[in-house]
């Protein structure tokens, strides 16, 4: 009985124990398989998210050097091209500077473009529209620039596409440019794979096995295999039984497919076998035990891993965040620079493109309504003298104050644009008619009687308004804004501060200038241009003394131009610089020839627009001594009162640094101007010339007489000797002997003559002095 109790003990106690066993062992599997599922589950979820991260760092990429190529084909460089190229400018004078440029534009975005030390782009190519390639940063390779779909291209005005080259798939960027709002050329950037592989792999390594390819039309693009490489070593199909993953790159014509290795064939610990085995190894009880702290340690692992993928879950998050702030961040960026582009940043009225826009919008309604568009364009006078003596800042204020008062005198259908500069543009739809026009702009006008107020200074500025009007003065935007600049000008020749309507005359004007321009710069170029010299002769000896060398011009097309004229032509465009080099190099060399005849000095007058650029002029007027080899005490150089008036430091430190030299400094016209003491005696002066305006009427007028007879006073004061100019007759010379004036010059004595006859009038007179001294010693022996 003790036997079978021990019996049923023992079958009870083995019974009991097998199915605490099988439920343990039960309770194991279950509890494994459910972490096998959750960490696949994890494991998908992770690896979506890379996928997702992966793609939206791609897109974020291609979005950031869409917007680099925006920033080149706007740029200055970019558009100074095409206007110089659109202005007919040839390679020569300036095309080629601005190409220059440019080039140096696009290697410099190629060079400082990087990622992790990798250039983003390999290449930049500028293709005209018509196909031929303007500019390209290495033209040691072979063009891969392809065909170019201008349909495609010209709706999204940017396209990434992919081309075979060499048994290889290269990714392009393709810009549109735009010029004047009309599609002028492509921009072409060659992409660096490597920085896309980069930017594709950086969370991968050896042991994630893992792989990826770029789908594009041209064939894949590989990316990373990490599978291959285990599979190579143990054998099988690396992309069997793999998570798979096929996304699309937004924005993109590419998609990114990946395949990653599952959880359960990573670690024997997570595959189905270890199930298998576990049961296996659980029928003795000890052996449950040891298999027992092997299962808890199984489920440390999962766990560890669990909470590692869910950290890296968190984390991608995080990440996602971010991505997300970002983009909302350049969302704003884009809107505020949408703004940017069609609104001027310091006055905040619509620019120059936006303006030709609203104008082309409102001529638009015009037409359909059949009534007269007001245009009318604004410069403000003598703004860039302001913006030169008192800064940059002054300027700016003077262009916001004008601005707020030109706001507020117009209504809320007019357009006020900044075209830039001191230039504004008013467009005045449904105008009544030429009254209306005139009342307008004489209100514009009355707006700047109120002085503008800096830092307690009070400051006056006036404007010159033209106008043009539609239809009458044109049918498009350009036609009336040329017509309105036009008139502009006219009111600037006028005297400014007013304003003046178009009329075709001003067009014939217009062209003139033109010509004239191309004309003098080709002048200047081929040496057409000629010194004349007029003697300068000492009054009380009746000898020639020196010489006023005086540039003249005779043209093929437009016969003799005043000098007048071209002077003023060159100081606008910017050729008096190399005139008046010119100007140094032959009156300097001519003079020191007539050393050889006769001791004299020569004159030389420069415009204020020269001084602009002391050291430059320095560097000019030392080389043409040097060159020259003429003493510096025999160059006299003249500059007018307009230049004292609006000097800077730089000027006096220039003058003085010519004096110390020993070159002689003479105030030239004096009397026309605003003229003052403080300037002679401020200014290291030597000589004084009396303008030959005060001359003509000196016999007959007696207030012209005396302002002569005051300006030698007040010159013999200050210890200057004094120049008369324009001595018509023996009568002012007479008088002017009297009033012991020491020099002069008109035509009494000469005209002003080409350099072979004024040596004539040397030579002469040095006979005519040997045939005196001849004639003197011939009376003494008698």
Not at 6 to 30: E, F
Not at 73 to 101: I, P, Q, R, V, W
Not at 286 to 312: M, R
Not at 434 to 454: C, H, W
Request: charged letters at 20%; aromatic letters at 10%; one cysteine or more.
């Amino acid at each position: 009985m003790m036997q079978l109790n021990q019996k049923l003990s023992s079958t009870r106690l083995i019974m009991i124990a097998a199915v605490l066993l099988a439920a343990y062992l039960v309770s194991i599997l279950a509890v494994t398989n459910l972490g096998q599922t959750r960490l696949k589950e994890s494991q998908q979820r992770e690896l979506n998210l890379k996928v997702q991260n992966y793609t939206s760092t791609l897109e974020y990429f291609f979005n950031v050097t869409n917007d680099e190529l925006t920033n080149i084909a706007g740029d200055k460089s970019m558009m100074t091209y095409f206007a110089n190229l659109a202005s007919g400018m040839s390679m020569k004078y300036g095309l080629g500077a601005s190409l220059f440029k440019l080039n140096r534009e696009l290697n410099y975005l190629m060079d400082n473009s990087a990622i992790n030390q990798q250039s983003v782009y390999l290449r930049f190519s500028l293709v005209g529209y018509d196909g031929r390639v303007i500019a390209d940063t290495d033209t040691t390779k072979d063009s891969m620039l392809g065909m170019v779909n201008s349909q495609e291209i010209n709706d999204k005005g940017f396209i990434i596409r992919t081309l075979q080259y060499a048994g290889d798939t290269h990714i392009q960027l393709v810009k549109l440019v735009y010029y004047a709002g009309k599609p002028v050329a492509f921009l072409v950037a060659d992409l660096n794979k490597q920085v896309i592989v980069a930017q594709l792999t950086a969370q991968e390594h050896e042991d994630s096995q893992s792989r990826m390819d770029l789908i594009t039309t041209d064939g894949d693009i590989f990316i990373w295999d990490s599978l291959a490489r285990k599979y190579d070593i143990e054998g099988g199909n690396s992309l069997a039984n793999k998570i798979y993953f096929e996304t699309d790159i937004e924005n993109t014509p590419f998609q990114l497919r990946s395949w990653f290795e599952p959880v359960n064939e990573k670690d024997i610990f997570t595959s189905g076998w270890f199930i298998a085995g576990l049961s296996l190894l659980a029928v003795p009880v000890f052996f449950g035990l040891f298999y027992t702290f092997i299962i808890n340690n199984a489920n440390i692992v999962l766990t560890t891993k669990f909470q590692e993928s869910h950290k890296q879950e968190r984390m991608l998050s995080r990440q996602n965040l971010l991505l997300t702030e970002e983009i909302e961040k350049r969302k704003t960026s884009e809107q505020k620079l949408a703004h940017q582009a069609t609104h001027d940043a310091l006055t905040g009225l619509p620019n120059r493109s936006y303006g030709h826009l609203r104008l082309e919008q409102e001529l638009a309604q015009a037409k359909r309504t059949n009534s007269n568009v007001l245009v009318m364009f604004m410069d403000l006078d003598n703004f860039k003298q302001i913006n030169d003596t008192l800064g940059h800042f002054a300027g700016d204020q003077i262009l916001t104050q004008s601005t707020e008062r030109l706001l507020e005198s117009v209504r809320d259908s007019d357009i006020l644009v900044r075209l830039g500069g001191d230039e504004f543009l008013l467009v005045i739809p449904e105008l009544r008619g030429g009254e209306s026009a005139q009342f307008l702009a004489k209100m514009v006008l009355s707006l700047f009687d109120t002085p503008f107020i800096l830092d307690n200074q009070e400051l006056f500025i006036s404007g010159s308004i033209g106008m043009s009007i539609y239809p009458q003065d044109g049918d498009n935007a350009q036609q009336l804004l040329a017509s309105a600049d036009t008139a502009m000008y006219r009111s600037k020749q006028d005297g400014r501060n007013t304003f003046s309507f178009y009329h075709s005359a001003m067009s014939t004007d217009l062209q003139r200038a033109l010509d004239l321009d191309g004309r003098l710069r080709q002048a200047i170029a081929n040496n057409e241009l000629e010194l004349y010299y007029q003697p300068i002769m000492d009054l009380s000896s009746n000898k020639i003394v020196g010489a006023e060398a005086l540039m003249r011009w005779h043209d093929e097309q437009f016969g003799f131009v005043s000098p007048d004229e071209f002077i003023l032509l060159a100081e606008k465009n910017g050729s008096i610089h190399k005139l008046g080099e010119l100007a140094i190099n032959q009156a300097c060399m001519q003079a020191a020839e007539w050393q050889k005849i006769t001791p004299l000095h020569i004159s030389i007058n420069f415009s204020s627009v020269q001084f602009r650029y002391c050291e430059q002029l320095f560097k000019q007027i030392n080389k043409g001594l040097i060159v020259s080899g003429l003493p510096a005490n025999k160059l006299d150089i003249e500059v007018t009162e307009n230049l004292l008036l609006n000097h800077n430091e730089d000027v006096v430190i220039l003058l003085n640094k010519l004096q110390a030299m020993g070159i002689q400094l003479s105030i030239d016209d004096f009397g026309t101007g605003y003229s003052a003491l403080s300037y002679l005696q401020k200014f290291p002066f030597d000589r004084l010339k009396i303008d030959r305006a005060f001359l003509q009427n000196m016999q007959t007028n007696d207030s012209d007489r005396e302002l002569v007879n005051a300006i030698i006073s007040m010159a013999k004061a200050l210890n200057l000797k004094v120049v008369a100019e324009g001595i018509e007759d023996k009568w002012h010379a007479d008088y002017l002997i009297a009033m012991n004036c020491e020099y002069g010059q008109g035509y009494f004595y000469s005209k002003p003559v080409p350099a072979k006859e004024f040596e004539l009038l040397l030579h002469n007179e040095i006979n005519s002095e040997m045939i005196e001294r001849v004639d003197s010693a011939t009376c003494n022996m008698i």
